[in-house]
């Protein structure tokens, strides 16, 4: 840059190198959202290679001598004292971003994205065949590479912490290994209570099919009716459901339908719908800087969590929706009580698929995929033991043991994807959504009584005011600490869990 610039044309400079990564990104994961629901099968191989080209592009820009310069200059306290809390914030996390990602050779980060694009689609046809040893050489590749990436980035203590980093800023191995230690201890003691309890629970509507077409129909009226705004994204459906924001006015959500486990795209779509939420409420202001995005990978998955859990598994959801939803599937479903869904949708019952899971188990899901990435980063474990080791982790965390790798250690896309870092947030979020619960409950004092009217907007507009609306201002520890005053904490997630299901089968 030109010493003669003056701050305003820094800045501008600035914030048009920002929209050309962000215009990379948004094709890039538009590219993403096509390979994974419409595209043909053939056509995936290249897609990768285009993907590759796009993300390698935007890669380019965030590590580029014009984004260290314009860096280095806005850094200068002449300038960056001017600067708005949001352009502030923004060259912090870019510096940072820099000083870790420059260190990458270009020609391997193009093909580390050309090799995820590709093994996502080896995964899916392995999972499909249980061929875990087609699908072993990519993501033997796959550990490699972040491997090599914790390396040169840098972290201090295990290698893991560079990866977690990457998705929840600040986290390390040491909080999660005390935090999970916690959590798994509280779970598995709830568990043990449940399997002594002489309750049992009304298990009619796991006989029961639904039609694939009527739940779509359930799917989209209850993302309307939560505040998703079809006017800003769309429904569709993957093998593995997610959301992509390409912008806030631009957010698309999947799901997965199975006519004889109607919960898979039930929860499935609230989850989702959360997640669209978060992405659909962040200000454009924030959106145009490196801070329009989530808090962290575990406040995002807090705002799917509460939604599908807090609300969408409660008495008093049903007690507002239920009417709706036998009248939907009258012709599937004879005199469906209240009872037996709320017995239905909270059966605890362990099993063998994360997705699955009923909401006091699904975080042991997490803790046992944690515990392997963390070994196979270290070096400690090798990509051809995983699915011996998954079994023995199941058994031993769960109490339950994979017939196959298809439900076994082929069932999450999200390594083939090389999101290593990225399974610990899950449980994160679900502590941090009961943190925010109980400050919102505070609040909302007739948190209940809005739920069974299905009158959402104040918990909506509670959760954009204090969550969405803050973008990446903060972290997510800083964040919680905001709106609770407290740090991340397992003792709201436990209190919560053993409420609930006291209540349910009376132990």
Known sequence: MNEQKTHEDLLNYYIGLLSKIQHYREMAGLAHWDMATYAPKQGKSMRSEALGTLSTEAFKMSVSPEMQNILTELSEEEHFNKLPEKYQRSIKKDIKHLDKFRKIPEDQYRDYVVLTSKAQNIWEKAKEDNDFETFQPYLEKIVDFNQRMAKLVGYEGHPYNALIDRFEEGMTVEKLDTTFGE??????????????????????????????????????????????????????????????????????????????????????????????????????????????????????????????????????????????????????IDKLTLEEMVDYINIVEPSMIRVEADELTYSLHIILRYELEKDLIDGKISVKDLPKLWNEKMKEVIGIEPKDNREGVLQDVHWAGGMFGYFPTYALGNLYSLQLTEALKKDLTDFTTLIENHNFAPIKGWMIEKVHQRGNLRTAEELIKEITGEGLSVKPYLSYLEDKYKKIYQF
């Open 183 to 332: 959590l798994k201890r509280g779970i598995q003691g709830i568990l043990d209570k449940i399997k002594n309890s002489s309750k049992t629970l009304n298990k009619r509507l796991e006989s029961v099919n639904l039609s694939v077409e009527k739940q779509k129909i359930l799917s989209e009226k209850i993302l309307e009716k939560i505040g998703y705004d079809f006017e800003c994204g769309r429904l569709d459906e993957s093998v593995h459901p997610f959301t992509i924001g390409l912008n806030p006015k631009d957010v698309r959500v999947t799901t997965r339908y199975q006519e004889d486990f109607f919960k898979t795209a039930l929860f499935g779509t609230i989850h989702e719908g959360g997640h669209g939420m978060y992405e659909q409420n962040i200000p454009l202001e924030l959106f145009k800087t490196s801070v329009g995005s989530a808090a962290s990978t575990g406040m995002h998955e807090s705002q799917s969590r509460f939604w599908e859990n807090v609300v969408g598994r409660s008495e008093a959801f049903w007690k507002g929706l239920l009417p709706e939803f036998t009248e939907l599937f009258q012709d599937e």
